[in-house]
């Protein structure tokens, strides 16, 4: 078969890499002029390692995304240092990512709210039924089991920084999948997550894959032959099968030929954006070492998080410069996203001295900004109804997104799982 994967991303990249060792032909059409998709990074000249757009790292249970590494034989450049997340009560920072913190952080007094807050935690990392869980809200679900208190202390944050207006609509199985799937000790690829797709779409060169970059598709459909045709500005290229790795509302554009179920679940899923800054500082912003700050909205900071990566890895990769992440998941008309990089960075700059007293303007060497419309599928009550089928109802047409990934929460991981199976599917 010819089979063309419309995304560079991780989930297309693993599905090529299965199509192909099955003996066919791929071609990959990539609209930027790098792969990686939003795991993607950059790189300064004096820096050995690239540092993603937005913050990355993996879990030591991301079995889809080291298994996929295994295979390629490329193990031995994961790394799995112990950074600390924290989390605010009462203007201090504690240290949130272990059950022995969870059992010394204040915020839950030392009583009956810790018990429950104990025994919540248990369940979810026990319980299998998520099917049960997604027919509640976490909103609900959370202020039932785990109490008042340990949820507006604890878990609201959380999802009002993730999922702002709609934080109420969010479905319990989300939660359920964060605190299932998720560890204390956090991953990377030595030289970055860029490094590691850079090193991935060599190997599939070398295996025969075609990378098209700065290949924008505009169009597909299925013509009368019953063949797929892939229209990238102007050029027409014929496939057997085509795996569509972008947004659900891109995969309505290019086919308008799906039928209008289709579409209508495409365009009524719900999704975040995303603003994030990278600042590169001549200092250290965080003197406790602390990687991952939890910004609760209420707490009047202007991000959701704050992310030190060089508190994670080395400055050392990065000549020295330290690297600090600000963002926040926000609707797509938010503020941010036609703000100038300038005018966020004058937005952002008072709360930095919240995280170091002596933070000065002029400790900023560079800063980037970058936005994506689709960095968060929102799912709702009874979501698993809701998700559109990998394999569309146009014959040969195949559809595989972080929105479908439910129910657990996006990520590297699950691009990879779900490329891998539509790979199966096609097969
Ligand atoms: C703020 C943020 C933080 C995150 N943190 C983590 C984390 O810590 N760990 C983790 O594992 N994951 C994290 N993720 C999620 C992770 O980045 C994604 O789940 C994963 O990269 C999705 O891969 P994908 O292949 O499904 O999609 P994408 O990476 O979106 O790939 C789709 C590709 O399609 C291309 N494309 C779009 N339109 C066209 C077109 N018209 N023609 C051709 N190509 C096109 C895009 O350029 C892109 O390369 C984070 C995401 C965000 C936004």
Not at 202 to 209: A, H, N
Request: charged content about 20%.
């Amino acid at each position: 078969m010819k089979i063309a994967i419309i995304g560079a991303g991780f989930g297309g990249m693993a599905a090529a890499y299965d199509l192909r060792q099955a003996g066919h032909e791929v071609v990959i059409y990539e609209s930027a002029n790098y792969v990686g998709g939003l795991a993607s990074g950059f790189k300064e000249p004096h820096w050995e390692w690239s540092v993603e757009k937005f913050y990355h790292h993996w879990f030591q249970s991301d079995r889809s995304m080291l298994g996929l590494i295994e295979e390629l034989g490329l193990m031995d450049n994961v790394i799995f240092p112990r950074p600390y997340t924290v989390l605010l009560h009462d203007g201090k920072w504690y240290p949130f990512d272990s059950i022995l913190h969870a059992l010394l952080f204040p915020g839950l007094g030392f009583g009956l709210d810790k018990i429950r807050f104990g025994f919540v935690g248990l369940y979810l990392r026990l319980t299998n039924d998520w099917k049960t869980l997604e027919q509640f809200t976490a909103d609900e679900w959370m202020m039932k089991w785990a109490g008042k208190q340990v949820y507006e202390q604890m878990w609201r944050p959380l999802l009002i920084g993730k999922f702002g207006p709609f934080y109420k609509d969010v479905n319990m199985a989300w939660m359920w999948a964060r605190i299932k799937a998720r560890t204390t000790r956090l991953g990377t690829f030595k030289g970055g997550f860029q490094k590691f797709a850079d090193v991935f779409a060599e190997k599939l060169r070398g295996m025969g894959v075609e990378i098209r970059l700065e290949a924008q598709v505009k169009f597909i459909k299925r013509n009368q032959a019953s063949v797929m045709q892939v229209d990238a500005g102007g050029i027409v290229d014929s496939f057997d099968k085509v795996l569509v790795t972008t947004s659900p509302s891109l995969m309505a554009k290019f086919c308008p030929d799906l039928p209008e179920n289709y579409l209508k679940g495409l365009l009524e899923l719900k999704s975040m954006g995303a603003v994030v800054m990278v600042l590169s500082l001549k200092h250290q912003l965080s003197k406790e070492g602390y990687y991952w700050f939890n910004l609760p909205k209420d707490a009047g900071y202007p991000m959701l998080a704050l992310v030190e990566h060089t508190n994670f890895v080395s400055k050392d990769h990065f000549g020295g410069d330290h690297i600090v992440y600000a963002g926040d998941y926000l609707e797509v008309g938010h503020e941010y996203f036609s703000m100038s990089d300038q005018e966020l960075l004058e937005r952002f700059t008072p709360a930095f001295k919240k995280f170091n007293p002596a933070f000065e303007k002029d400790w900023v060497k560079k800063i980037w900004v970058n936005k994506t419309n689709y960095a968060q599928p929102v799912p709702l009550v009874n979501h698993s109804k809701n998700i559109p089928a990998i394999q569309t109802p146009i014959e040969g047409l195949y559809f595989a997104s972080m929105s479908q990934v439910y129910p657990w929460d996006r990520g590297t991981n699950f691009a990879v799982e779900i490329g891998r199976r539509a790979a199966r599917m096609m097969l």
